[in-house]
């Protein structure tokens, strides 16, 4: 078939663009992406109707790209296509994780230079998967243009997107802020979640986008030839419902369920300097200790009824008897010199859970010894103590933070020596863990326990459910991320696990965000950040499986095969129609 013959696809094959507005197209990109996450505290809901057009503009780059290249020039333009992709990636992972650099220099006590390398490389590896996604598009794109299927560039769109997330959180592993995150307060989306976890709603983001795109390509070029009718396309009008049905749905106009909490937790939220409570000498540790005991108990705190930092309502007006004998007491991960090896701390939580008979999840750096006993392996752990003061249990954090607590291939990171010098490498954990816990009241539940930075990997919370674990308890220290966007996104993240496994969430932080979050990922109670308090938490208990919870990462991998497929296809039909190889056949 002759380019540019085949109805309105010739139309799209006649459009021409070049590499420079491919990169402006993709920082535009980058700019409107991050708006729809936290960038320095609590996320807007109006921020969220970014997410729906953010990449429409890579996208047309993209797709616009000359489409009558073979040879040596086609290899170019996909080249470009390939840098456009990641140099969008990379802006976009710089502005959104842009706390890897205070981090890194004010914790990790790396130089301000050093720091900033830091997080540029950090952005380009993991920008180097957009500029994949764009090659792929590209290359289907180039196979299908100008041709009867046309349509399937448009249709890769969501699978492809899918399909570069997922590889994100297999091989670099860092899931960070997928863009189905954005819409955690979206009341229709979030349905999805329960059977294809995050990637679904990414998908129909993606799908989305692909839309308008498609929808701006097929509009004349130039604006003296717009009619009426070619300017205000029937497409367009269904998109635009379905973005205000979308955004309505943010506001809380959508309801959504309010399941009644039937136990109580007490989290401890300490608020210590990361940077320097990691010691506590002489009579320090009997005053640590005696205030943790004393949080432990005091359900006379108020709360917030909802995100700090959002206007959410203060219950001042709390009954002090109400939790008098509390299911559960967590004391999260913090700097706090804890460890479940040392005769203190097994003194004093056994001191303390007889005390208020009651269980307690406490964030510990487990010890276990070699055969040899001459040297100790270490972990980020939570021990489980019952209600009569005995360690019933610990489970080991299994995915350790890369340069937080280990330092990979530490030979060849050499500009991170600052850290590996002061970083000993904590062990990875080994075994999944659901712990039967009983209470005062005679009822034993199940619990799974998540630490820190676990949270973002909802293929690995989900088996904590699938396990049997009634409830989820995520314990983290936040404190290394500032005031930075870091820890409201790390809170949404964890909203969303509560949704796939359709879970209440115990989240106790160190400085904040602790918080109680129901099934459907709604923060029901709260305290406010950077303050030593506890929460009187109310949850629930839940044993269904949803499908998520069953199969996992099902969609997600089913999105990567199907992409797979078409670009083999694609690549195949390209070398026949193109000529990759020198031929000049059209």
């Known amino acids: 078939m002759r380019e540019g013959s085949g109805g309105g696809s010739g139309r799209l094959s ?19 992406l991050d708006l729809p996450f936290p960038l320095a505290g609590p996320l807007p809901v109006w921020r969220t109707v970014f997410a729906w057009f953010a990449l429409v503009p890579l996208l047309v780059g993209l797709l616009r790209m000359p489409d009558r290249y073979t040879g040596r020039r086609l290899r170019w333009q996909l080249g470009w296509s390939f840098l456009g992709g990641w140099w969008c990636g990379a802006l976009w992972f710089g502005a959104n994780c842009y706390w890897i650099y205070g981090t890194m220099h004010i914790y990790g006590q790396m130089s301000a230079p050093l720091a900033a390398l830091s997080l540029v490389l950090f952005s380009l590896y993991l920008g180097f998967w957009f500029g994949a996604f764009s090659l792929a598009l590209a290359v289907i794109r180039r196979a299908t243009f100008g041709r009867r299927n ?67 390509l097929r509009r004349p070029s130039r604006p003296e030839t717009w009619n009426r009718r070619a ?62 005991e004393k949080l432990g108990h005091d359900t006379c705190h108020g709360y917030l009824a909802g995100i700090p930092e959002t206007g959410a309502k203060t219950v001042a007006d709390v009954d002090c008897n109400a939790a008098s004998t509390p299911s559960l007491i967590v004391w999260p991960e913090s700097p706090a010199p804890f460890r479940d090896a040392d005769p203190r701390f097994k003194e004093a939580v056994a001191a303390i859970a007889q005390a208020d008979y009651a269980p307690m999840i406490v964030g510990v750096i487990g010890m276990d010894s070699e055969a040899t006993g001459q040297s100790f392996h270490f972990y980020n752990s ?27 291939h530490r030979e060849l990171f050499f500009f991170v020596r600052q850290i590996a010098q002061s970083l000993t490498d904590m062990s990875i954990g080994t075994d ?24 973002v990997f909802g293929d690995e919370v989900r088996q904590f459910a699938q396990l049997g674990a009634e409830v989820l308890v995520n314990i983290s220290d ?30 106790d932080t160190n400085n904040g965000v602790t918080a109680s979050i129901d099934p459907y990922g709604t923060v029901r ?22 499908f998520y919870t069953a199969h996992g990462d099902w969609f997600a991998a089913l999105c990567a095969i199907l992409s797979l497929a078409l670009l083999l296809w694609s690549g195949r039909s390209l070398l026949g129609y193109t000529g990759l190889g020198y031929s000049a056949r059209r």
């Open 14 to 32: 006649t459009m021409r663009g070049t590499p420079w507005r491919l990169l402006a197209a993709g920082a535009l990109t980058a700019l409107l």
């Open 150 to 216: 046309a349509w399937l560039a448009f249709a890769a769109i969501p699978l492809l997107w899918t399909a570069m997330e997922f590889a994100i959180a297999r091989i670099p592993a860092f899931p960070w802020d997928q863009l189905g995150y954005s819409q955690v307060d979206n009341r229709l989306l979030t349905g999805l979640a329960p059977w294809t976890g995050v990637y679904g709603i990414s998908f129909v983001l993606a799908a989305f986008n692909a839309l308008q795109a498609g929808v701006y």
């Open 231 to 292: 300017f205000i396309h029937p497409t367009e009008v269904g998109l635009l419902l379905i973005l205000v049905m979308n955004f309505l749905a943010s506001t809380g106009l959508v309801p959504s369920p309010k399941p009644k909490g039937e136990a109580t937790a007490m989290l401890v939220q300490p608020n210590l300097d990361v940077a320097s409570d990691d010691v506590w000498v002489g009579t320090e540790w009997d005053r640590q200790i005696a205030q943790f």
């Open 382 to 408: 939570a021990s489980v103590v019952a209600l009569d003061g005995r360690l019933a249990g610990r489970y080991d954090k299994m995915h350790l933070v890369p340069f937080g607590e280990y330092v990979p």
């Open 432 to 455: 999944r863990k659901v712990f039967r816990i009983g209470a005062a009241n005679g009822e034993a539940h199940r619990y799974g326990v998540f630490i820190c930075y676990e949270s």
């Open 478 to 507: 936040d404190g290394w991320y500032g005031d930075t966007s870091a820890p409201w996104q790390h809170l949404n993240m964890a909203r969303m696990r509560a949704i796939e496994n359709r879970r209440w969430i115990l989240r």
């Open 525 to 546: 109670q709260s305290i406010p950040r950077h303050q030593v308090g506890v929460l009187a938490a109310q949850f629930g208990y839940n044993d269904q499986v949803t």
